[in-house]
C-alpha cells in the first residue's frame, strides 16, 4: 500500500471542504494555450511558445535558458488581446527539458489581463466539450 503520513498540516486541513496536499498548492489556475492560438513570449531574444500560463508564472520547452535566471519578458495575449512586459524567473527545468517560471514584478493590470485570459480560454475549453458531448 502506499500511505502517506499525515502531517500537522494535514491534521489543520480536517474538516474542510477541500483538501490538497501543501505540495500541490498552487496560488493560480492554469491553463493550455489553444495551440491554434499559442502564446507566444519574447524571453531575452527568443521567442517560445508557452505550454501552461496563469497569473504566477508559465512554463515552455527549455532553449539554453538556466534555471534561477531573471529574464525580461515581453507577449500578447490571444482573445483578450493584453500586453504584458514583465520580468521571469526561471524555477527550474525539469527532466523532460521544461521550464518553470514564475512572474517577477508583475503588475496589477497584467495580472488582471493574464486572469481575463485564463477565464476566457477556460470558456472556450468548457464550450468545446460541450459540443463534443452532444455530437
Same mark, same amino acid.
Given at each position: 500500500?502506499?500511505?502517506?503520513?499525515?502531517?500537522?498540516?494535514?491534521?489543520?486541513?480536517?474538516?474542510?471542504?477541500?483538501?490538497?496536499?501543501?505540495?500541490?498548492?498552487?496560488?493560480?489556475?492554469?491553463?493550455?494555450?489553444? #495551440?491554434?492560438?499559442?502564446? &507566444?513570449?519574447?524571453?531575452? $531574444?527568443?521567442?517560445?511558445?508557452? @505550454?501552461? =500560463?496563469?497569473?504566477?508564472?508559465?512554463?515552455?520547452?527549455?532553449?539554453?535558458?538556466?534555471?534561477?535566471?531573471?529574464? #525580461?519578458?515581453?507577449?500578447? &495575449?490571444?482573445?483578450?488581446? $493584453?500586453?504584458?512586459?514583465?520580468? @521571469?524567473? =526561471?524555477?527550474?527545468?525539469?527532466?523532460?527539458?521544461?521550464?518553470?517560471?514564475?512572474?517577477?514584478?508583475?503588475?496589477?493590470?497584467?495580472?488582471?489581463?493574464?486572469?481575463?485570459?485564463?477565464?476566457?480560454?477556460?470558456?472556450?475549453?468548457?464550450?468545446?466539450?460541450?459540443?463534443?458531448?452532444?455530437?
Amino acid at each position: 500500500m502506499f500511505w502517506k503520513k499525515k502531517t500537522e498540516d494535514d491534521k489543520e486541513e480536517k474538516g474542510k471542504l477541500f483538501h490538497l496536499p501543501k505540495e500541490d498548492k498552487r496560488q493560480a489556475f492554469r491553463i493550455s494555450p489553444d #495551440p491554434a492560438e499559442p502564446v &507566444l513570449v519574447s524571453i531575452d $531574444g527568443k521567442t517560445v511558445k508557452v @505550454l501552461e =500560463i496563469s497569473s504566477g508564472g508559465i512554463s515552455f520547452r527549455n532553449n539554453d535558458f538556466k534555471p534561477k535566471g531573471v529574464y #525580461p519578458v515581453t507577449f500578447t &495575449l490571444p482573445i483578450t488581446g $493584453g500586453f504584458v512586459k514583465t520580468k @521571469l524567473r =526561471i524555477l527550474r527545468v525539469n527532466r523532460e527539458g521544461i521550464c518553470q517560471c514564475r512572474f517577477v514584478g508583475l503588475t496589477e493590470r497584467a495580472e488582471d489581463d493574464i486572469h481575463r485570459y485564463v477565464l476566457a480560454r477556460q470558456k472556450e475549453i468548457l464550450r468545446t466539450r460541450k459540443r463534443s458531448e452532444t455530437e
